[in-house]
């Protein structure tokens, strides 16, 4: 191993020690009690009023109302922190669950879990980005609000405020409350219900042009900047798929204008071929050829757009110009249409996937010999090295296509890989009582770091086709059971966090952004590729195991 190799593993097994003692801080350091009731008053994402009360008596704040929604936060338990500077403060708080206490001068401030999460406090106070990680409170935002609040400066209120981490337990009066479905409660209704949302939530955000609302901050309900073919291609597949399943007027309307969008302004000449993306960009992404296949070939499939099969028969012979000898695929063209040898996380198995497709949609026996050579090389010569069989990446794509192919070109090896890589996340999946959030079905690194819900998502897509193919191969309950019950711990978790209106009062239009999935618990940007995996792996589950 090079020594930067060795020092990078010795930052991360340091990182982990960290994190590790700030769990365990967390855990034992807070002393229950029976603490102030904050009563705050909220309107068009934005906290208007503020009063410390006896009791959730809404005469005691009607004054502050305008026309606002009342929450209440009661602290249930305490516990002091040194200073407000460093990692020691940073990961001193359970994100979405411990606010501060700041006192200076006689006067005290709350920052509340409430206004952290409005503000997106959580998760920015340390990152790590070579391993794309970010944990703890933000410490400068906690100064600045509660600088605010006591009427001094933030250097001030760091130099001579006393901090007090608390935790809160919300009440807010009328909402609706959070869903309790688990892997014991959930019913295929659930899962329905839970897709039909996610796919009318990207359709409200389809422009008339086929553009979707990217980014979307859910507390304010602003777009952010930023657009991606890939994930267009990928949500444009995920709203066909829903159109062909919930019969939403809505949702077609919608999968056509984005299928559109893709045909009318993204499809571009490269060379002899066709590409996916912005001619003055530069080279062309073969992730974009790929999703924009299985758009079209789920498109063709269900019959939602006639000419969608002239679409997968062009794009498909992008696919195949890319595919080297050995089955790997370049990842890049150029504006001539040759292909660049590099290769991206994702592209190979999105192009495996999307030739199988395009193979069902054509008949072209082409396009099935070259995803079997991608699958084989996916699963063979990409994994040998040292320690591959208790290593693996992000396969969702690969175990998909596996899946796809199993009943035109079965491959036995393909399916102990991904057999076993859902067997590796089992041991990753975390279960109730293993940290302070929601963690009954997530993928976890520890108790401290907020469980993301999309990688959740995406082992879904790839548990089912796998667990498809196993049933398929007749395989014994013993292998098939397992992986069931983690789809179902898995599947609850994302019908539990989807946003259905339990944060109405933090937001400026629960409305608009209603059915969507965050990031995280404490992540409220909504990407489009967050709805489309969850959604995605709901309309497989209810395939799979919806008559079950």
């Known amino acids: 191993m090079s020594l930067r190799g060795l020092l990078q593993l010795l930052a991360f097994y340091t990182f982990i020690l960290v994190i590790g003692g700030a769990a365990i801080r967390q855990t034992v350091s807070l ?50 922190v040194a200073s407000a500077w460093g990692p020691a403060f940073a990961l001193s708080f359970v994100s979405g669950k411990d606010g501060v206490k700041v006192t200076l001068g006689g006067k005290t401030a709350y920052v509340t879990p409430d206004e952290l999460l409005l503000r997106q406090g959580y998760d920015h106070g340390l990152s790590i980005d070579s391993m794309s990680l970010s944990v703890g409170v933000d410490a400068g935002l906690v100064l600045a609000l509660a600088s605010l609040e006591l009427g001094v400066l933030p250097s001030e209120v760091a130099g001579r405020a006393t901090f007090t981490r608390i935790r809160t337990e919300r009440h807010v009066p009328g909402s609706l409350p959070p869903s309790l479905a688990t892997a014991e409660s959930l019913t295929a209704n659930d899962v329905q219900r839970s897709a039909r949302q996610a796919a009318l939530h990207l359709a409200r955000g389809v422009s008339p042009e086929g553009r979707f609302r990217y980014l979307i901050d859910a507390g304010s309900n ?54 996916i993306g912005d001619a003055d960009a530069g080279d062309f992404e073969l992730g974009s050829v790929a999703l924009a296949t299985v758009a079209f070939a789920e498109a063709a499939r269900t019959g939602l757009a006639s000419d969608a099969g002239t679409q997968v028969r062009a794009l498909a012979e992008t696919l195949l110009s890319q595919q080297r000898p050995d089955g790997e695929f370049m990842h890049q063209l150029t504006l001539e249409g040759a292909g660049v040898n590099v290769q991206f996380l994702y592209f190979s198995g999105e192009a495996t996937l999307a030739l199988s497709r395009a193979h069902l949609v054509t008949g072209d026996t082409r396009y099935l010999a070259a995803a079997s050579r991608g699958l084989a090389h996916l699963v063979g010569p990409a994994w040998h090295f040292f320690g591959d069989r208790y290593y693996f990446g992000e396969e969702h794509w690969t175990c998909q296509a596996m899946g796809d192919l199993w009943d035109r070109a079965p491959d036995r090896g393909a399916l102990d890989f991904c057999e076993r890589w859902q067997a590796f996340g089992r041991v990753l999946q975390m279960r109730e009582g293993d940290s302070s959030y929601d963690s009954d079905g997530a993928i976890g690194v520890g108790p401290v770091v907020t469980p993301r819900l999309t990688p959740v998502a995406s082992r879904c897509e790839a548990g089912v086709a796998t667990l498809e193919a196993l049933r398929k191969d007749h395989a014994p309950a013993a292998r098939t059971a397992p992986l069931a019950a983690q789809l179902r711990r898995a599947m609850a978790l994302l019908v539990r966090q989807q ?47 919806g008559p079950r």
Request: hydrophobic residues 40%; contains cysteine.
């Open 31 to 80: 002393r229950p009690i029976r603490g102030a009731l904050i009563a705050s008053v909220y309107k068009g994402g934005e906290r208007v009023g503020r009063r410390v009360v006896a009791s959730e008596d809404p005469a005691l704040v009607s004054d502050l109302y305008e026309g606002g929604m009342l929450a209440y936060e009661q602290i249930v338990a305490e516990s002091p």
């Open 222 to 275: 602003k777009t952010l900047l930023g657009y991606d073919w890939p994930r267009h291609a990928g949500a444009t597949y995920f709203l066909v798929q829903a159109a062909h399943t919930t019969d939403s007027a809505e949702v077609k309307s919608a999968a056509r204008r984005a299928l559109s969008q893709l045909r009318d302004h993204a499809l571009q000449r490269c060379g002899d071929h066709v590409c």
């Open 499 to 545: 946003l259905h209106g339990q944060y109405t009062h933090l937001m400026a239009d629960p409305d608009a952004v209603s059915g969507a999935f965050p990031g995280s618990e404490v992540d409220w940007q909504l990407r489009i590729d967050y709805a489309q995996h969850a959604g995605s792996a709901m309309v497989r589950w209810l395939e799979v195991e």
